[in-house]
């Protein structure tokens, strides 16, 4: 008990730390200026700042993080180990900040630290509140989300949208809506709120432990062995990390993704031309397969060939899913007419009892229901299907920087693939 109460505490204490940071977006831009400048007096004269500020904001922020960023030597200001992973992560979130800026206001220019839209941008408490409200869609419900008055947060975006120039919402009846600038921002505010979380997890590894928050795209396929193998064995080795997992159609995953929200989907890849801007890693090839339960009917009938299940009862997922695609052109190179389910769902717990207590069918891989087939519930029918390998891997975006925990998470992954011989 007294175990898991530490290790809730240090999570406590690493969420703690990066609300506090949010706050004081404002010392990473001041610290990333004596980082490239090498010394106090140098980004002084950069930022318009007195040396003294400087070497306030540089100790406040070492005194959030609890570590040392700079060696102060006589020729100036050195990184430290730690200083170096920050810099890392502020630089990404300079690069995060110019661009939305850019996207705001084409003149904006790419490096120039003092223009108006980049000095609100580098508000962490600015950002985390419109995000917050774009989240929550209504006022009210920020305000409580944010510890705040509805007047306090109705102010604080009426001051934000008056320093970027432009709204940010239209205030509809239901609430609040994004506009098309909006829209824009919000990826990169969230990209600059997800570096924050991940330079956390950096500063941890550094130190030795694993530690943060990773969150996974869920898809169907990966959620039935693979996923919960490989959270199993990370946390029985990695305990302080936390895991979270989001199901929901690929389309809103992928947002979520190119956004921040989340690090990796795990699942059915997609092809190259809806894949833009994301990196796909294919893991292994699957195959559909046609599945029913144990004493269906067509367990008794082989062979099999697709006429005989013409005429059968379906259940079938979305037809922008790969699995349905994959039976829909068996079907069609076949020359018939591809089957119109009797139940369309994603749902896998709703398709597993409607498989045992029914006639019907579905097109699915057998590793989504692997427990069933070994445990004699479910049975593969004698079919082969035309064009049903699939790549099954994971998503990344391209140009992220994943944290320490990610990428020890994904490794487990792998090597699970390869222990569960599924590499082909």
Not at 216 to 242: D, F, M, S, W, Y
Not at 371 to 395: C, D, M, W, Y
Request: glycine share 6%.
């Amino acid at each position: 008990m007294d175990r898991i109460q530490g290790i809730s505490l240090m999570a406590t204490a690493q969420h703690t730390t990066y609300l506090v940071l949010e706050d004081n977006l404002s010392y990473l831009r001041i610290f990333l200026a004596v980082a490239e400048a090498g010394s106090i007096s140098k980004a002084a004269e950069h930022i318009f700042k007195t040396p003294s500020a400087i070497t306030r904001a540089i100790a406040k922020l070492e005194q959030i993080l609890e570590i040392s960023l700079f060696e102060r030597k006589p020729r100036g200001m050195l990184l430290t180990s730690y200083g170096e992973v920050v810099l890392r992560r502020v630089q990404r979130i300079e690069q995060e900040i110019h661009a939305a800026a850019q996207v705001l206001d084409n003149n904006a220019p790419t490096h120039q630290l003092l223009h108006p839209i980049i000095n609100t941008l580098f508000s962490g408490k600015k950002l985390l509140l419109f995000a917050t409200i774009a989240e929550q869609k209504q006022v009210v419900n920020a305000a409580h989300r944010l510890g705040m008055s509805q007047a306090g947060v109705s102010m604080a975006l009426s001051r934000l949208e008056s320093a970027l120039g432009r709204p940010l919402f239209q205030r509809l009846a239901t609430g609040m809506c994004l506009n098309d600038s909006g829209e824009k921002l919000l990826i990169y505010a969230k990209r600059v709120l997800a570096e924050l979380r991940h330079m956390l997890s950096d500063i941890s590894a550094i130190q030795g432990a694993l530690e943060g928050t990773i969150t996974i795209g869920a898809l169907p396929l990966g959620r039935t062995v693979l996923l919960p193998l490989a959270i199993a064995e990370i946390l029985k080795n990695h305990p302080r990390l936390q895991i979270k997992t989001l199901e929901s159609p690929y389309e809103i995953l992928v947002s979520g993704l190119r956004s921040g929200d989340i690090d990796f989907i795990l699942g059915a890849l997609r092809p190259d031309e809806l894949s833009v801007g994301l990196v796909n890693e294919t893991l292994f090839i699957d195959k559909v397969a046609i599945v029913a339960r144990a004493n269906h009917p067509l367990t008794q009938q082989h062979p099999i060939d697709l006429a005989q299940l013409a005429h059968a009862q379906w259940i079938l997922p979305r037809t922008d899913t790969p699995s349905r695609t994959t039976i829909d052109v068996a079907f069609q190179s076949a020359g018939l007419p591809p089957p119109l389910p009797s139940v369309e769902t994603g749902d896998l717990a709703l398709l597993r009892t409607l498989l045992q207590v029914s006639d019907l069918i579905t097109a699915i891989s057998p590793h989504q229901v692997c427990f069933e087939i070994q445990e004699g519930k479910l049975k593969v029918l004698p079919i082969q299907l035309s064009n049903a390998p699939r790549a099954i891997g994971i998503v990344t975006r391209e140009g992220s920087l994943l944290s320490p925990a990610t990428f020890s998470f994904l490794a487990e992954i792998r090597t699970l693939v390869q222990t569960q011989g599924l590499t082909n």
